[in-house]
């Protein structure tokens, strides 16, 4: 029999293996993502049962190993770090009431992860993510195009769900997207978006015209407070943005180039430096590429700087200069 030899593999590190870090693995594992996923979480107990649970399933899907628990030595070498360790929201609670918490978590556990895999790209997922990008940025001494967070993903994909349905077509033939801060002052940029290449307000079902400025305005409101009816009815978003994660994982570690909405330093990006937020950004294998400026009316510019204004706020209020 010849012998067996080792090709190259990909490496996906999870810290948190928190209702987020666990759902991302299992998408992760579904939808091949990474030849090799590590979980890793100071709960070392509950580390090792979910990746045993997880690895017990995966007969059923492709050539993923995984493996969890609570030795950080776990993520050597990883192609990419997704961050979901840390404080959730508690029903009430905004994503920027965790930023404390959460940035002295940071502070201990960024020099750990670079100790074990200097060469990958992180992405955040713990929350606030966009004040949380630039803090570990700061931190770890990372160029801005290897860290950076999910962003407006998940809040994307949200919305789409929404006009989709009411539309009457495939999800991804909506094209529309929510950027800024992933948080309470993000905003969808209406002026430009399209079912397939017609304009939103052109659209019709049975000559009806479905996208009005009410329904508009409900599925703005929809989107920005879906978390917070999620987390009232369940406790934690989990699914969903384990998915959003999965997608931003696939187009670093196959190079994609996919244009995302994630969020990292705009370093200068409609004038904007020193602060994150999501803009459709080209993402691959070095992780954020170009961060897009997109054509929107004044009142989305305006918006989009209020946004801008907001987190340079908590920023300043958490003594994280730009
Ligand atoms: N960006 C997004 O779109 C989005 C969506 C959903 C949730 N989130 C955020 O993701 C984060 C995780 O949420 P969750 O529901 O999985 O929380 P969770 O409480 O279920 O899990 C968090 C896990 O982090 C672990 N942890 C804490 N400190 C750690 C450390 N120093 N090292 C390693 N592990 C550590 C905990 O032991 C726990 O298992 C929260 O901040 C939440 O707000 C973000």
New binding site residues.
């Given amino acids: 029999m010849a012998n067996i030899t080792t090709v190259p593999v990909t490496k996906l590190g999870i810290?948190?293996?928190?209702?987020?870090?666990t759902s991302l693995a299992y998408a992760a594992i579904i939808r091949e993502a990474a030849r090799e996923i590590a979980l890793?979480?100071?709960?070392a107990t509950?580390a090792e049962a979910e990746g045993l649970d997880l690895a017990h399933g995966t007969q059923f899907t492709g050539a993923s190993t995984v493996t969890g628990g609570g030795d950080i030595e776990a993520l050597a070498g990883a192609d990419i770090i997704v961050i979901?360790?840390?404080?959730?929201?508690q029903p009430g609670q905004s994503?920027l009431d965790?930023a404390g918490a959460?940035i002295r978590?940071l502070e201990?556990?960024m020099p750990q992860l670079m100790e074990q895999a200097p060469d990958a790209v992180y992405v955040l997922?713990?929350?606030p993510?966009d004040v949380l990008t630039i803090a570990a940025q700061k931190i770890s001494g990372l160029p801005r195009n290897r860290i950076f967070?999910?962003g407006t993903v998940?809040d994307t994909s949200r919305l789409r769900w929404l006009l989709a349905k009411e539309a009457h077509v495939l999800m991804t033939s909506v094209h529309a997207t929510i950027i800024g801060e992933?948080g309470d002052s993000e905003f969808p940029v209406w002026s430009n978006a399209t079912i397939g290449p017609v304009p939103l307000q052109d659209w019709r079902v049975s000559g009806r015209q479905v996208f009005t400025d009410e329904f508009l305005a409900a599925a703005t409101d929809d989107v920005v407070n879906a978390a917070y009816r999620v987390i009232e009815g369940k406790g934690?978003?989990?699914y969903a943005?384990g998915l959003a994660a999965v997608r931003i994982v696939e187009a670093v570690l196959q190079a994609e180039n996919a244009v995302l909405p994630v969020s990292a330093d705009l370093s200068g990006t409609y004038g904007i430096s020193g602060v994150a937020l999501s803009l459709p950004t080209v993402v691959g294998s070095g992780g954020v590429y170009t961060m897009l400026e997109m054509p929107m009316s004044e009142k989305e510019h305006g918006q989009l700087m209020a946004s801008a204004e907001q987190l340079q706020g908590e920023l300043a209020k958490l003594g994280i200069s730009s």
């Fill in positions: 810290v948190g293996a928190g209702s987020v870090g890793y979480d100071i709960d509950r979901t360790a840390g404080a959730r929201q994503r965790l959460n978590i201990k556990l997922v713990t929350n993510c967070c999910s998940l992933h934690a978003t989990n943005i």
